[in-house]
């Protein structure tokens, strides 16, 4: 059995940056060169950066696209990669349209191409809008074996590429991914990974991309699975990551067998028949452990947000402290992910303010090193009143919105990126005031229900208690009933159900898409459902307002759940 030294490179582009992006893939393939790799896969579009959404629209971005690959292959056969066979993603286009692209660059060239078969078109993605499908299934034969390449979605669909593969009797698929993280995929992946290498008779190895575009954060955890199923090696999640392994794998055929498939031909590329052993196995491979939902989802958030503000440019975030578990959270998150002294809180009490909200925000900023301030808002409330005559909720909000100015002027005055603190269940029932504390360029727990808010909140104190440092959020805010402070003696439950209660039926509507009925008939409250399904659907034109935040459910408000602001469907005819 032919013997192919493969690395799989789990690394972060930026889209858009065409030059950094192909730097990094110069690097890394240097790196899999040196580990004797004779193969060496990137991820989905790694080229451009993952989604490039509309910017696929622009001819001159494409053409900038084809020129990163020409130019690439060049560099690396000057500066002595050439030997190395490199599979990198990038935006092509031909008189079809264009193109979710795959190149192989061998020797200075682009020795072959693959067009993404299966467009995912649901949730976060759009690719009918953007993409025409490939219909060609590019074999590349290296040392031996033959290799078929395929796309991301390619594997979540039965019959299609890898069904070809199993025709041509490969001996390995290689599959490129931008997989965005959500809780519990890495289960999907391994088990569709072990279908596809089963319906392609072949070894399967899967690279996904690591790190956080906007909403969506990649996870890597790529992997290789034989036909029967079984692992052979697993990378970390959120972690950049070079996996280098031996796999001995079928010889192909002298010729390769005459494939006849109605829905794709197939194109064998000639590459070698043998390749340079290394001297010294690859070490043994890894099978990376895996974490606890807390775990994943608190490092799905830190990346989330390390990459926005690196890639978007900012070095320091600041936030509104108000003792309370929300901002405790995403101040905790700031801090594991650019360091406390880049994250400038600000406590703002007000006349209704409590002693504990002070105290437990002076705690946080003590417990985590942040950078702590102080900035009363009353005077500037007052003066405000004393100017116009407001009452009721128009006083309730204008508190709020008299913060969201002093953190913009911070903003202003200083650059920090102003992270706005809603959680999915506030989100979902419109509990925030518009341009008061909703204001802000990212908001780290978009996509996190309160009840889980309290859940990362314990589990972030017990994994500093067990690695021996101080826990980072004070227990005062994780024990106490949440409280808006807009008036005296406020509690969230005036106006919304206990959030135990709250976020089960928030999950079947929002992530579920249940109906009214659907949520009566599994047990809840008929008169609770109304109220909650009413509130969800009159806080759309909140949403459609709100900042980005990464997501790590099946369905984030944004991209994942789209719909119309004006809206007369009511569930159950209310
Ligand atoms: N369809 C539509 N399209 C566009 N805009 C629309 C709209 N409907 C109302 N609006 C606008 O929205 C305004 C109402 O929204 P808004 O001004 O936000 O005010 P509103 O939603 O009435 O009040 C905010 C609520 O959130 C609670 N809150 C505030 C702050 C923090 C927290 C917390 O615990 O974290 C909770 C607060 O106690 C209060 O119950 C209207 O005056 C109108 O200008
Ligand atoms: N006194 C305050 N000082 C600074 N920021 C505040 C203050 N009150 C509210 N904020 C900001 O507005 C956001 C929403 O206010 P809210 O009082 O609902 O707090 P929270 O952190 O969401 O906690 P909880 O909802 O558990 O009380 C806070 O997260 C915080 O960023
Ligand atoms: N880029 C893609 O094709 C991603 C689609 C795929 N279903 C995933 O989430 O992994």
Redesign the pocket.
Known sequence: MPRLRLALAQIDPTVGDLPGNAALVHGWTAKAAGAGAHLVAFPEMMLTGYPVEDLVFRESFVAASKRAVDDLAARLQDDGLGETVVIVGYLDADTVGPRNALAVLHRGTQIATYFKHHLPNYGVFDEDRYFEPGDTLTVLRVGGVDIALTICEDLWQEGGPFAVAADAGVGLVVNINGSPYELNKDDTRLALVARRAAEAHATTAYVNMVGAQDELVFDGDSMVVRPDGSLVARAPQFAEHLMVLDLDLPAAEPVPPVVDHAEMRVVNVFVSDSVPANEQPAPPPEIAARVTDEAEIWQALVLGLRDYVRKNGFRSVT????????????AAIACDAIGPAAVV??????GH?SDH??DD?ADLARRTGLDYRT?P?QPMVDGFLANMALSGIAVENL??RV?GVI?MALSNQEGHLV?????KS?LAVG???LY??SVGGFNPIKDVP?TL?WRLAKWRNEEARRRGDTPPIPEN?IA???????RPGQL?TDSLPDYEVLDPILAGYVDGDLGRDDLVAAGYDAALVDRTLRMVDLAEYKRRQSAPGTKISIKAFGRDRRLPITNRFREGGM
């Open positions: 936030l509104g402290l108000s003792g309370g578990i929300d901002s405790a959270v995403v809180g600000v406590s703002m009490p007000s303010s909200s002070r925000a900035e808002i508190q709020a913060r953190l992270l706005t603190t809603g959680n506030e509990y925030s005031t008061g504390d309160k808010v805010s106490k009933p949440p409280s808006a402070e807009l969230d």
